[in-house]
Nanobody, 121 residues
Framework: EVQLQASGGGLVQPGWSLRLSCVASGFTFGDFAMSWVRHIPGRDFELVAQIDSGGESTKYQPFVEGRFSISRDNAKNTLYLQMNDLKADDTAKYYC??????????????WGQGTLVTVSS
């Protein structure tokens, strides 16, 4: 059974940093591209960042470019999202997701349970 367990969310002030982690199990983590997706209440889900299976290729949405960094440690079956200079607009539940192949141009096929990030002064 594919499981994606996200953690690291919390309440922080604007300008602070957080690092989200997602531990994967039930599949060969290094064979699949991954992404972080967020959901702000009342809005559609937003893709945040993507990474290919080997970690060599990444892609970011403009609203996080330069502030967030996606990475992975395939030996530890873990996906990360380093979030710097957080803004109130980053308040959301963040989900790690798996793609069906080694490229993030494949279809997204599994979601974790999400971790809540709240940015407020």
């Amino acid at each position: 059974e594919v499981q994606l367990q996200a953690s690291g969310g919390g309440l922080v002030q604007p300008g602070w940093s957080l690092r989200l982690s997602c531990v994967a199990s039930g599949f060969t983590f290094g064979d699949f591209a991954m992404s972080w997706v967020r959901h702000i209440p009342g809005r559609d889900f937003e893709l945040v960042a993507q990474i290919d299976s080997g970690g060599e290729s990444t892609k970011y949405q403009p609203f996080v470019e330069g502030r967030f960094s996606i990475s992975r440690d395939n030996a530890k079956n873990t996906l990360y999202l380093q979030m710097n200079d957080l803004k109130a607009d980053d308040t959301a539940k963040y989900y790690c997701t798996r793609y069906s192949g080694n490229s993030y141009y494949s279809l997204r096929d599994h979601w974790g349970q999400g971790t809540l990030v709240t940015v407020s002064s």
